[in-house]
């Protein structure tokens, strides 16, 4: 079997005497002989890119064996800081939130089809991350994930988005994108419009600003009506399909503890606004939600959601999963209530589900995470931030390495 080459930081090689040395080298080949067994050959057959390797090799003269562990995905990294040190940002790391409904009003039935809302949007702690690294490609962009059934073509909103950040800038930039995802599908949290939003920073970082935040605000709202809420400060009052928000001057306390809840099946937006009748809906003017949030908080009262009767009837143990979490939970929780189209249900005020939670089978598999509410400065992304930094002043930035 021939040998294979690998782009490496050190090369390993054993002297006469059987011992092992280190030799220290820049954008050298090392070969790996044939003799040397992989632990993870499978991987490397398929040309899948892996983090690490283990090889081992015998000296022929006094059988002692070496095994050595290659953690490629570090030393490719540290040789593209070495080559991409002059010239400009090459991989850009984001924190891409997502963001629960406190209320969600539906007003009116569009001549579109669509439907308007009035809801109080806000941005939560829980979130994935995203690595962008320039490709030198010229056609095409690609995306990875850590989880299955994501797609990875322009169907997923971080390759729309970046498909129409080139298309608005005339820019060629395209990139390799790593999506660590943290965030639920089908869960009424926007995890995919948070993911685009960021997207769209990001490119803009990589392009120099060529465009303003509100700009990146305007497009996004062409692939998604959620998308351009995450383009304010992070707690804002959003009208029409979504797209049209508007920043509170005073978001909620971020030292609130909130507790999510998912369980294993989604709600489909599509069928839930398919079961929407607006003669079901609440009466109050959103507008005064809003009002009494900003003097009194979060209470059971304010938080309505007119998309819940519809998602109970999609999926009916969600509306038992509320009842005994408002039941199980009088004295723990401010309020609970389902975010979005479901299907997440939401408590405030405690970052712990109730005990049948954990005792209960027909639980177990559930989506469980704690967060709090953030925000982000003007001209900075959201960073993450830990349960216990969540009621000290917020820290704004962007890693870039």
């Known amino acids: 079997m021939a040998s294979s080459n690998f782009i490496c930081s050190h090369q390993i090689y054993s002297s006469c005497n059987g011992e092992t040395h280190f030799n220290s080298f820049r954008k050298a080949s090392f070969s790996i002989p044939s003799s040397y067994k992989f632990k993870h050959a499978s991987y490397f057959e398929r040309g899948f890119q892996f983090s690490r390797i283990k090889a081992t090799a015998s000296d022929s003269k006094t059988g002692r064996k070496v095994e050595v562990a290659y953690d490629l995905e570090d030393k490719f990294n540290k040789l593209a800081d070495e080559v991409d040190k002059n010239s400009g940002m090459s991989r850009l790391t984001l924190f891409s939130p997502c963001k629960i409904n406190v209320f969600l009003r539906i007003t009116s039935k569009r001549e579109d089809g669509y439907h308007d809302l009035a809801s109080l949007f806000h941005v939560i702690s829980l979130g994935d991350k995203i690595k962008f690294s320039l490709s030198p490609s010229k056609s095409s962009d690609r995306l990875s994930t850590n989880v299955p059934g994501v797609p990875l073509d322009d169907r997923n909103l971080i390759i729309k988005a970046l498909n129409l950040f080139r298309k608005k800038t005339g820019t060629d930039n395209y990139f390799w994108i790593h999506l660590d995802k943290k965030v639920p599908t089908g869960a009424g949290l926007g995890g995919g419009s948070s993911n685009a939003a960021t997207a769209l920073w990001a490119a803009n970082q990589f ?78 003017d959103p507008l005064t939600l809003l009002e009494k949030i900003s003097r009194s908080g979060i209470s059971q009262d304010v938080c309505i959601n007119d998309l819940e009767p519809p998602a109970f009837e999609v999926l009916p143990s969600l509306k038992r999963l509320k009842q005994r979490l408002i039941a199980a939970g009088r004295g723990q929780y401010d309020a609970v209530f389902m975010s979005g189209s479901g299907s997440t249900i939401v408590g405030v005020g405690s970052p712990d589900p109730p005990q049948f939670i954990y005792d209960d089978d027909e639980y177990k598999d559930m989506f469980l995470s704690e967060a709090s509410f953030i925000t982000r400065a003007e001209n900075q992304w959201y960073t993450e931030v830990s349960m216990d930094a969540a009621s000290s002043s917020m820290e704004f930035s962007e890693s870039i390495e």
């Open 207 to 284: 392009s120099g600003c060529v465009a303003t935040e509100k700009e990146l605000q305007e497009w996004s709202g062409e692939i998604g009506s959620d998308i351009p809420f995450f383009f304010s400060h992070g707690a804002a009052y959003c009208t029409g399909r979504g797209e049209i928000v508007e920043d509170i001057p005073k978001p909620l306390p971020f030292d609130v503890p909130l507790v999510l809840i998912k369980p294993q099946e989604a709600c489909s937006t599509a069928e839930v606004y398919k079961l929407l009748t607006l003669d079901r809906t609440s009466k109050v």
